[in-house]
């Protein structure tokens, strides 16, 4: 890893000193707060893909455009293309979170990666999601930063894709792999590019669930770091997929950082699949292994219901989470699936007294 200057060394010290302060807020569920505004196929296409094409790629007559152009796929439920026909939901929803308290927000950009957009047959707008998805949440936090003159900061999120290095999709296929490290590389960075130009102030490798993928990842980053000649702070942030305890890949918490821990990372942490309660442990394990790093946490709201609904209270989240931050266990808290603006409210209010967690260097400084 090269030693390369931050792109933004103002922006970089206010976010390192914020975190040697006290316990930083992120935000919390994206998809759960788009659910809430019942948003139908039109609302998804816009005026852009109204026609069931991509107008970037059409001609007079409508049919001779790119077969990677969303012709012929849905569009409902493609949430990160929100951030190009409908910024202004996007924008209201990063605006609740960080006036609930947040003091980070994550971009709308957890699916814009070439591979998981093939989905919809938008793999050829993976870097102008980015773009726009950091752009949105740049515009809404320098506006709520004006208002008190503390900083907002924009997380750029590089979600783990569709696909998986390290299993087969097919269990009469073990060896089947539906992807590649270089595959998974080459999206990654168009990503990472996009997020950089739209002006997020750090990247997250986020709900890792196998860690092949986030070292793709990583590795991508990097190549755009030497291309551009600096850096931005990136943040890892894993998944443990059941009581095992381990990520989907088969690795336990401990294996998770040592895998990743050669990417230097600014923080490390878990998130999604599990509620508050059952990650405690495996937050402790991370305590324990990684006491340099900085330790971030945002978990669903509960476990998931009988309907896929997340039942926990922001009170009985929050209480759960003040636990973590006494326990010395966080210094990034927010939350994930099921979580809205009243919980992010309400687990801000309960750590706001607790002190800050200590990196172990911090320590013998002192």
Not at 44 to 60: I, P, Q, T
Not at 108 to 120: E, G, M, V
Not at 172 to 187: C, V
Not at 330 to 353: F, L, Q, S, W, Y
Request: proline share 5%.
């Amino acid at each position: 890893m090269k030693t390369l200057p931050y792109k933004d060394p103002v922006r970089y010290q206010a976010l390192t000193d914020l975190l040697a302060s006290r316990i930083a807020v992120l935000d919390g569920a994206m998809g759960t707060m788009i659910q809430g505004h019942g948003l139908v196929e039109a609302d998804y296409r816009g005026e852009r893909f109204k026609d069931g094409y991509d107008a970037l790629f059409s001609v007079v007559d409508g049919h001779a455009h790119s077969p990677d152009c969303g012709c012929g796929h849905d569009q409902r439920g493609n949430n990160d293309i929100l951030s190009l026909t409908r910024p202004e939901i996007i924008k209201g929803i990063h605006r609740e979170y960080l006036l609930a308290g947040a003091d980070m927000v994550e971009t709308n950009t957890f699916n814009s990666t070439a591979l998981s957009l093939a989905d919809y047959g938008l793999s050829h707008l993976a870097y102008e999601l980015n773009k726009a998805g950091a752009a949105n949440a740049r515009e809404v936090c320098d506006e709520v930063a004006a208002l008190d003159g503390k900083p907002r900061f924009v997380v750029g999120v590089l979600g783990p894709t569709s696909k998986t290095a390290s299993l087969s999709p097919d269990v009469n296929l073990p060896g089947f792999r539906a992807t590649s490290f270089d595959e998974l590389r080459a999206a990654y960075y168009d990503s990472a590019c996009g997020l950089i130009d739209g002006g997020a102030d750090a990247l997250m490798i986020e709900t890792i669930f196998d860690t092949l993928n986030a070292k793709a990842a990583a590795f991508a980053i990097e190549q755009v770091f030497d291309a551009r000649g600096y850096r931005l702070p990136v943040m890892i942030s894993g998944t443990i997929t059941d009581a095992s305890g381990r990520t989907l890949s088969g690795q336990t918490t401990d294996a998770f950082w040592f895998s990743l821990r050669h990417a230097k990372p600014l923080s490390i942490g878990l998130n999604c699949a599990l509620g508050a309660k059952e990650l405690r442990q495996y937050m402790d394990i991370l305590a324990q292994v990684a006491p340099d790093i900085y330790l971030s946490c945002h978990p669903n709201a509960g476990l998931p219901n009988a309907f896929g609904g997340y039942d926990e209270t922001p009170e009985d989240m929050a209480a759960i989470l003040r636990d973590f931050a006494e326990a010395g266990l966080i210094n990034i808290v927010g939350g994930c699936c099921g979580t809205t603006p009243p919980h992010i409210k309400a687990i801000a209010e309960n750590v706001t007294d607790v002190p800050v967690r200590k990196l172990a260097i911090e320590k013998e400084a002192a």
